[in-house]
């Protein structure tokens, strides 16, 4: 098993800036690759950004790219997700999600992710 803890979540006003950690634990060695989901009340989980736990292979939605930033530390098992030039409609619950698929390819489907974070609330305000 594999536990994800997210953290650094809070209120920013627009513009702004925050970085969101995710710090796996468990059967590390399983993973193959990590990713980012936010969802909002009431709207279906989008897609963020997502890595390769092996290499610097990296995916973004349309709409973070040129602003978020996600990396990883593997000595310190954590991922991590630098949000700058927030805006409003970015407010969400954020969620890590990590994958043990082997031929585990940057993906925004949901589907393909075995574990969850619990989540962390990011807030921006106008």
């Known amino acids: 098993q594999v536990q994800l803890v997210e953290s650094g979540g809070g209120s920013v006003q627009a513009g702004g800036s925050l970085r969101l950690s995710c710090a796996a634990s468990?059967?590390?060695?399983?993973?193959?690759?990590m990713g980012w989901f936010r969802q909002v009340p009431g709207k279906a989980r989008e897609f963020v950004a997502a890595?390769?736990?092996?290499?610097?292979?990296?995916k973004y939605a349309d709409s973070v790219k040129g602003r978020f930033t996600i990396s990883r530390d593997n000595a310190k098992n954590t991922m991590y997700l630098e949000m700058n030039s927030l805006k409003p409609e970015d407010t969400a619950v954020y969620y890590c999600?990590?994958?043990?698929?082997?031929?585990?390819?940057?993906?925004?489907?949901?589907?393909?992710?075995?574990?969850w974070g619990q989540g962390t609330q990011v807030t921006v305000s106008s």
């Open positions: 999600a990590a994958s043990r698929r082997p031929y585990y390819s940057p993906n925004a489907n949901d589907l393909i992710y075995d574990y």
């Open positions: 468990g059967r590390i060695f399983s993973l193959y690759g």
């Open positions: 890595c390769r736990w092996s290499d610097d292979s990296t």
